[in-house]
């Protein structure tokens, strides 16, 4: 079974899938899913911002490199949550990204990919486990849709992010079996004892 079995990418863009891979942020035992460099890979490909020739070279150890893409991912996480929730974004967690970002860029290439170009990867430098998110996280605040960007409706503190394309703007939940289906055992739980008084 995967590491990953439990883990949802209902981001809906690489940078917040990579914020959410520290799960359930906002309770009492969050989750991590990114101990090792090693994870850090098994989760690129696992959200399909590495391709399996890539992860495969990616190899060794490199505590350095994980400390940094975790620090990248405080960053991302720190940006969106207050963007959803229509705060301004905290300087020195922008700054991180931009930084981030701007390294990515000194060792990326345009090249055809996609609709067009795109920005693509040669280097096997470890750093390749995290560029793409980087360059998906400063995708997302410069192109949008940034007033799409919305944090998990949960009680509980899963504080998830995801980019709402539903056509009415109308969702509110990381997943509906996961934390919609808990808010409407909650909400029924409340109608009972509501009823009972
Ligand atoms: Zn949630």
Not at 44 to 55: M, N, Q, S, Y
Not at 179 to 193: E, F, L, M, N, P
């Amino acid at each position: 079974m995967s590491a990953f079995a439990n883990l949802d990418l209902f981001g809906g863009a690489a940078c917040l899938d990579f914020a959410n891979s520290l799960d359930a942020r906002g309770t009492e035992r969050p989750e991590e899913y990114l101990h090792t460099y090693a994870d850090l890979v098994a989760w690129g490909r696992f959200a399909g911002v590495l391709d399996e020739p890539t992860a495969r070279r990616l190899t060794g150890d490199h505590p350095e490199v994980l400390r940094t893409a975790l620090g990248l991912r405080e960053a991302i996480f720190q940006v969106f949550v207050a963007i959803g929730r229509g705060r301004d974004a905290p300087a020195d967690a922008l700054a991180t990204v931009q930084a981030r970002y701007a390294e990515a860029m000194a060792v990326a290439r345009l090249a055809p990919g996609g609709d067009g170009f795109d920005w693509q990867f040669d280097a096997d430098d470890p750093g390749r486990a995290w560029w793409p998110m980087a360059v998906s996280a400063v995708r997302l605040l410069t192109g949008g849709p940034l007033d799409r960007v919305k944090v998990c409706a949960a009680e509980a503190g899963c504080i998830g992010l995801f980019v709402d394309t539903s056509k009415n703007r109308s969702r509110r939940w990381c997943t509906m079996d996961g934390c919609g289906v808990d808010a409407k055992v909650k909400r029924q739980a409340r109608r009972r004892a509501g009823s009972r008084s």
